[in-house]
């Protein structure tokens, strides 16, 4: 459905209802809009730039990690929105976000909220009407397009060597119109920062939740770096800590379901035959403990990611970004984001639980934890409670 029949289905409901709010940018647009836009925007995404990011990642991590006082509960979602809203902006944008980071964080919560009300039929129709939640989205909406107005605005124009440069080249040719621009920098800010926020705070949670995983992890920081800052050369050099992303993504998937309308008749493996306009689902959640794929699919190991790991089981049994032309065009830079993110604060800090009770996953737009992850930032080396 994602590679070999992929032009015969198109991005499912719940999906395209987010062009409420994210128009028809990357995410969103089908077909030779997609493809265009993708040509486009590839640019950015190539492996010479995502190094170029790298000191900018960094930085915006250490001044997460110099931000926060042991003891006090905070919610570590929340926090890692604000780190990664920080980093987008500033690698792809050129732009710094941190004081509008908190009212950004809250919109954008508001906003996904209302999803689910979108994805009922005739969802668009309720929120055109004057209800509590309609109008919260809108506002909330509204919050986000000045945010992206405000981007553009202070951005230095075609000239900068940067993403929203590259857009704002292509406005001056003619091929991007106001909207189009804003349409990419909306899905571009909101899908380039939630998902890997979600995904850095699934990953804290397992390491607060299995403490061999996050020995290993110390273990590996402290010989790998021995109390500096992670470069781009360090990245190769932290199987633990890439393995600790891994299975957050595995587990946790940000992107826990994946809709796709079909367009034409397709035909399964199996000689099921899905017919025109039914609605079909995949599941990464289900797929990444599927124990066909994943020896013990409960148990978290890092070493699930090693490249010689990676080689030996098939190739889409994680499909965490998607594959095939959908494929996050974000990939690369999401995985070096969390790396360095989670390498940068946990050399520093442990995070406790601050609530008692299990963490549940919200399965809403992303999977976020459901009423936050409240915790309690600890300084390495602090005996364990």
């Known amino acids: 459905m994602l590679l070999t029949h992929a032009s015969k289905v198109e991005k499912g409901p719940a999906l395209r209802s987010t062009r409420v709010l994210l128009g028809d940018g990357l995410l969103t647009s089908e ?173 804290f949670q397992l390491l607060a939740t299995h403490p061999d995983v996050e020995q290993a992890l110390h273990a590996e920081l402290d010989r790998v770096l021995a109390g500096r800052s992670p470069t781009a050369e360090d990245l190769e050099a932290l199987p633990v800590t890439r393995g600790v992303i891994g299975e957050s993504l595995r587990l946790f998937p940000p992107a826990w379901i994946i809709g796709r309308r079909v367009l034409e008749p397709l035909p399964l493996s199996d000689g099921t035959v899905l017919s025109t306009g039914i609605v079909a689902v995949l599941c990464p959640w289900v797929l990444h403990r599927d124990a066909r794929f994943w020896p013990d699919p409960e148990r978290v190991d890092p070493g699930r990611w090693t490249p010689e790991a990676r080689t030996a089981r098939h190739r889409h049994a994680f499909i965490g970004f998607g594959a095939g032309t959908r494929a996050c065009i974000g990939e690369g830079f999401a995985w070096n984001e969390a790396m360095l993110a989670l390498a940068t604060l946990a050399s520093r800090w442990r995070f406790v639980p601050a609530r008692p009770g299990p963490v549940v996953p919200e399965p809403s737009v992303t999977l976020r934890p459901r009423g936050g992850l409240l915790v309690r930032a600890e300084r390495r080396g602090t005996p364990r409670r």
Not at 130 to 152: G, I
């Open 31 to 203: 077909g030779a809009v997609h493809l265009e836009h993708r040509r486009r925007l590839q640019p950015a995404f190539h492996r010479s730039e995502l190094l170029r990011y790298v000191p900018g990642m960094v930085r915006q991590a250490q001044a997460c990690a110099g931000s926060l006082a042991p003891g006090e509960p905070f919610d570590l979602g929340r926090t890692m929105m604000q780190l990664t809203l920080g980093i987008v902006s500033e690698a792809l944008f050129g732009a710094d976000l941190t004081a509008d980071a908190s009212r950004i964080g809250d919109a954008l919560t508001e906003a996904l909220g209302a999803f689910r009300s979108l994805s009922l039929p005739f969802g668009g129709l309720l929120l055109a009407l004057p209800l509590p939640r309609a109008r919260r989205f809108r506002a909330a909406r509204a919050e986000l397009e000045a945010a992206v107005a405000s981007l553009v605005a202070r951005h230095g124009g075609a000239t900068r060597d940067d993403l929203l440069g590259t857009l704002l080249e292509a406005r001056e040719a003619g091929v991007y119109d106001d909207r189009a621009v804003r349409d990419e920098v909306m899905t571009l800010v909101i899908a380039g920062h939630e998902t890997t926020a979600v995904a850095l705070t699934w990953a």
